[in-house]
C-alpha cells in the first residue's frame, strides 16, 4: 500500500471542507468531525511537502475551524487552539512572507488567542503586503 501524495491529502482536505461547510448549517458536530478530518489531510499533506505555503496555510484554517467549534462550545482550550493555528499561520507565512492574506489571518488568530500586541504586528505587516499588492488604481 503507497503512502497518499501531497496532492491527494490536500485534495481530500479540500473536499472534506467543502463537505463540512454544508452540514454547518444543520449538524454542526458533523461539520466539526469533518473538519478534523480534514485537518488531519492538511497534516499529512503539510508533511508530506513541508515547503508548500498552501498546505501549511490549509493546516492552519483546520485548526482555525477546531478553534471556532471549541469556541462555541465555550471551551477554555479555544484558546490554546487559537494560538496553535496563529503559530501554523505563522509558518504558511515563513513559507510565502509576501502573502498578506496569510499575515491578515495569522493577526485574527492572535486576536482571538487574547495576544493583540501580536494580532496587532501581524495586522500591519498584512495591511502593508495587501497595499503593495493591490493594483494601482492610478495607472489605470
Do not use: Y
Not at 490549509?58 to 487552539?81: D, F, H, I, P, T
Amino acid at each position: 500500500m503507497t503512502e497518499a501524495s501531497f496532492e491527494e491529502h490536500l485534495h481530500s482536505g479540500n473536499a472534506l471542507v467543502a463537505r463540512a461547510q454544508q452540514a454547518a448549517t444543520v449538524d454542526f458536530q458533523q461539520a466539526r468531525a469533518l473538519w478534523q478530518q480534514a485537518g488531519q489531510h492538511f497534516f499529512h499533506a503539510h508533511k508530506a511537502d513541508p515547503d508548500h505555503a498552501e498546505a501549511a496555510f490549509r493546516l492552519a484554517q483546520a485548526w482555525m475551524a477546531e478553534a471556532l467549534a471549541l469556541q462555541k462550545e465555550g471551551s477554555a482550550n479555544a484558546l490554546v487552539m487559537w494560538s496553535n493555528a496563529a503559530a501554523q499561520c505563522e509558518q504558511a507565512f515563513d513559507l510565502d512572507p509576501d502573502n498578506g492574506r496569510v499575515a491578515m489571518t495569522a493577526a485574527s488568530c492572535h486576536h482571538f488567542a487574547g495576544e493583540h500586541d501580536a494580532a496587532k504586528a501581524w495586522k500591519q505587516i498584512g495591511e502593508h503586503l495587501l497595499q503593495t499588492q493591490a493594483p494601482d488604481a492610478d495607472a489605470a
